[in-house]
């Protein structure tokens, strides 16, 4: 193990160790990512080859490879090559099915069937590129199209077939020229190392035996599934899906408005327990009081894998994310683990309180518009922070994020509400003869100095 304070580096081993022992994982690899502190990293067991643990042993992450084909796909949207309200068969020749859209497939809202036609988890032979397309017409809708959620490794596929139809390459070549070189992912490959990787297992329910599972080759259902990775390559990752603008300023990977699109909620993935929805390939998992787990899970013969970035809430540091891989197909508690050492992290080695400093000061042209306001009888407070107009309801629980409003280039006293309540729509300020702001118009309800009916009686005035 190792870490930057023995403390807090104890009290997330202990958890690693305690999973390890209780699920019975011949291996585990554990790795917590953030910005304020150095790598923590932690291997308990045995690769069960000659080869030892260690944080650079690979590991198969089965589904977690998802993400990165979503990625993949938002790429080609932001560069013009496709729209995700495209159907399907705009970009590929299909035999059936090509009416779903891109964002029903990264959603899982599209039906398609979970697997490709035929058994393939009993044969363990996964079909080719031609194949996986030519058999798409034998594959069922076993839901209709935006009912719920439905998994479907398929639906993956062929977003992977897309990225690559689309960039005139392999899949896992757009993969390693666009994602993991970018962001020194240099132990994440296809294909597991001669002398790196750990060996999956089942252990038996009523012994202490381990039997190796056999290798597996996704073929063209690799972008679903394929990857083999490391916890601290994955760790890295589970932040960069949190908070890319802090480990891709630049916005090379994808940009930081292209996560938060990615990771607005799309669908529950139980309509009964709202414990967890699904975004454009990510899962995203509450955790209460504002904060989100990002990331996703992972699972093939022989081995689980989970990666989870955190979001929100006080503590969290810049660039969290943690990742856990077992060497075990049967130890669920695997997957639980990445929750609980983001929150350990955070209760027990809790980012730093930055300082408040004093900033410069609001734009004459809004000093008047500063303070509190009333709209739809509800007392609203006007603000200038950080260099941008800012809302809040007078009432709202600390944590509610405010709106955060920007003007229009040729129209100083008109602003786009860019994020919070009523993102997207417009805030219009109206002025006297003096040039004072007298009233305000947000997503067109009025908004006054003082308490109005929507007949316009002032309780102020009583008129």
Known sequence: MSGP???????????????????????????????????????????????????????????????????????????????????????????????????????????????????????????????????????????????????????????????ARLRGESWAQSLTERILTPLGLTDTTVTP???????????????????????????????????????????????????????????????????????????????????????????????????????HDGAMPGFLAGAYGRRGGDGTAGAMGAAVLGSSGTAAEVLDLPHRLLAAAVEHDPAEIEPWRPGAPAPGALRGVLGRWWGEGFEYVFSWHDGALRARGAGDPAGRPPAIFTPLPDQPDVFRTVSGREAGELLRLTRDEAGAVVRMHWATYRFTRHQETFDRYDFRAGS
């Open 5 to 163: 304070d023995s403390r807090v580096d104890e009290r997330l081993g202990r958890l690693v160790r305690r999973v390890q022992a209780d699920a019975r994982v011949p291996a585990v690899s554990a790795a917590l990512h953030r910005v304020d502190r150095p790598l923590w990293t932690c291997t308990i067991g045995a690769t069960g080859t000659d080869d030892p643990l260690g944080p650079g042993t690979q590991f198969r992450i089965g589904s977690i490879t998802k993400t990165f084909t979503a990625v993949l796909t938002l790429q080609c949207r932001d560069a013009g090559l496709l729209g995700l309200d495209d159907p399907i068969g705009r970009h590929l020749d299909l035999p059936a099915h090509g009416e779903l859209t891109v964002r029903r497939l990264l959603s899982h809202t599209g039906g398609l069937q979970r697997e490709p036609f035929g058994d393939v988890w009993d044969s363990l032979r996964a079909p080719d590129s031609e194949q996986l397309l030519a058999e798409l017409g034998r594959a069922e809708r076993v839901l209709p199209t935006g009912r719920r959620f439905h998994y479907s490794n398929l639906g993956m596929a062929v977003l992977g077939q897309l990225v």
């Open 193 to 295: 190392q001669p002398t790196a990787a750990a060996t999956g297992f089942l252990v038996d329910a009523y012994s202490d035996e381990a039997h190796p599972e056999p290798p597996t080759d996704f073929g063209a259902v690799g972008p679903a599934a394929q990857l083999w990775s490391t916890a601290t390559d994955m760790a890295r990752w589970a932040a960069f899906l949190a908070d890319p603008a802090a480990l891709d300023p630049a916005g090379v990977v994808l940009a930081p408005a292209t996560l938060d699109e990615m990771r607005w909620p799309v669908t529950t993935t139980d309509e009964t327990l709202w414990g967890a929805g699904f975004g454009l390939g990510l899962i995203l998992v509450p955790q209460g009081d504002r904060v989100v787990h990002v990331g």
